[in-house]
Each structure stands twice: as C-alpha cells, then as structure tokens.
C-alpha cells in the first residue's frame, strides 16, 4: 500500500505542477470583420500594421490594420496582393512581373 500511495502522491503532484505551469499561448490571429475586411491581432491581441509573415506568407496591414489586396508602393518599390492578401511573388500580374521578393520588376 505504501507503493499506491507513493505513486498517487507522484501523479498528484505531476498534474498540480502541469496546471500551475501551464502558460496558454495565444499566436496571432486573423479576424474578419462585417465589411469583409481582415485585420491581425498580435499576442496582446491589439491590431497590426505594416509588413507581416504568418505561416510563411507575407502581407500588408494598412494603418487601420486592415489587410492590404491590389498594388501597394513601398519604400519606392511596387508589390501585388492577391484577392486573400498575400503577397504575389515569381510571377506575373497581368503585363507585370514581380520577383521572388514581390517587387515589380518588368513588364512584358
């Protein structure tokens, strides 16, 4: 009985151990709002602005916080935003080709 007792002891005090430790992570979200338009809240869950990358994709946050679709100029350089917001990269739009980067680099 001492054995039982040892061994309830141990997964008491594991399980006490995982709940006081256990911290919730919350990553960013996307959220879409009554006009259709989506916006990114970081950890805080305060919404983004500017350039972002969420699983590997690139986007733009305008300074409402609202994803960005169409071209955009920054910084001089000329981007595409797909119809979902992510950045159009090795390909052409249209008669514009955009670079791996996104960037505007030749029309056709």
Same mark, same amino acid.
């Given at each position: 009985?001492? %054995?039982? %007792? /040892? ?30 338009? *989506? ?6 869950? $305060? ?11 690139? @986007? @733009?946050?305008? /300074? $409402? ?13 000329? @981007? ?11 390909? *052409?739009?249209?008669?514009? @080709? ?9 029309? %056709?």
């Amino acid at each position: 009985m001492n %054995r039982a %007792r /040892k061994f309830l002891t141990s997964v008491t005090l594991s399980l006490l151990m995982m709940l006081i430790f256990c911290v919730p992570v919350f990553a960013g979200t996307w959220t879409e709002h009554d006009d259709h338009t *989506w916006t990114y809240l970081n950890d805080d869950g $305060e919404s983004v602005t500017g350039w972002i990358n969420d699983n590997g994709k690139t @986007y @733009y946050l305008d /300074k $409402e916080g609202c994803k960005k679709t169409g071209w955009l100029k920054s910084k001089g350089c000329w @981007y595409y935003f797909n119809e979902n917001g992510e950045m159009a990269s090795n390909t *052409w739009i249209d008669n514009y @080709y955009v670079n791996s980067d996104g960037k505007w680099k030749g029309t %056709r």
